[in-house]
Structures are given as structure tokens and as C-alpha cells.
Nanobody, 119 residues
């Protein structure tokens, strides 16, 4: 089964920047969209940004203008450039790959990487 390996999380000061990367550890087929979600303790996992096979993008209102999602189709990697970080961006960030296995939709998830924005 495909494993998603995330990297780039860490501790930054408010106003700082981080770039998250996500790479499948094995072959992946039928990719529809790739994206990033985040979750804080006691809360629902929420969409941060996604990018489709046609390179259309979708962002949460809270991150528009600050975050940029991109992908490398040759490597099946997805990135999240995060600028002007705020304390409320603190969360565990999860890579997501949405695929169709034949006609069946399925989501692959990474283990999560911690992003902490604090002074």
C-alpha cells in the first residue's frame, strides 16, 4: 500500500515561513487531487489547500494569499509553501492523495507533520 512521507514541519515565529513536502514511498495510480489538511486536538481535520490533475487549486479562506500549493507530476510530489504564518496556523498538517481505484474513490493519508507558530 502507498505510504505518504511528509517533511518540512517545525517551529517558526509569527510572520515566518515553512515549506511542507509530501512524497509517496511507492507507485501510485489514479490520482485525482492532492492536498493538505490540518488538525488541532479536539477539532475536525480541515482542508487547507488542494490541487487537481488539471492544476486547479482550492484554498481555505483562512490561508488565501499566504499559502501556495504546488505539485511535481513527474515525482507525484505535492508541496505547501506557507508564508506570513500566524499562531492559529499551529496544527498537525496531513498530506492527502485522492485517487480512484477503478470507479472507487479512496484517500491516502500521511502520518502528519507538526507545524508550530510561536514566539
Amino acid at each position: 500500500q502507498v505510504q505518504l512521507v511528509e517533511s518540512g514541519g517545525g517551529l517558526v515565529q509569527p510572520g515566518g515561513s515553512l515549506t511542507l513536502s509530501c512524497a509517496p514511498s511507492g507507485s501510485i495510480f489514479g490520482i485525482n487531487t492532492m492536498g493538505w489538511y490540518r488538525q488541532t486536538p479536539g477539532n475536525q481535520r480541515e482542508l487547507v489547500a488542494s490541487i487537481s490533475i488539471s492544476d486547479s487549486t482550492n484554498y481555505a479562506d483562512s490561508v488565501k494569499g499566504r499559502f501556495t500549493i504546488s505539485r511535481d507530476n513527474a515525482k507525484n510530489m505535492v508541496y505547501l509553501q506557507m508564508n506570513s504564518l500566524k499562531p492559529e496556523d499551529t496544527a498537525v498538517y496531513y498530506c492527502n492523495v485522492h485517487v480512484f481505484i477503478g470507479p472507487t474513490p479512496y484517500n491516502y493519508w500521511g502520518q502528519g507533520t507538526q507545524v508550530t507558530v510561536s514566539s
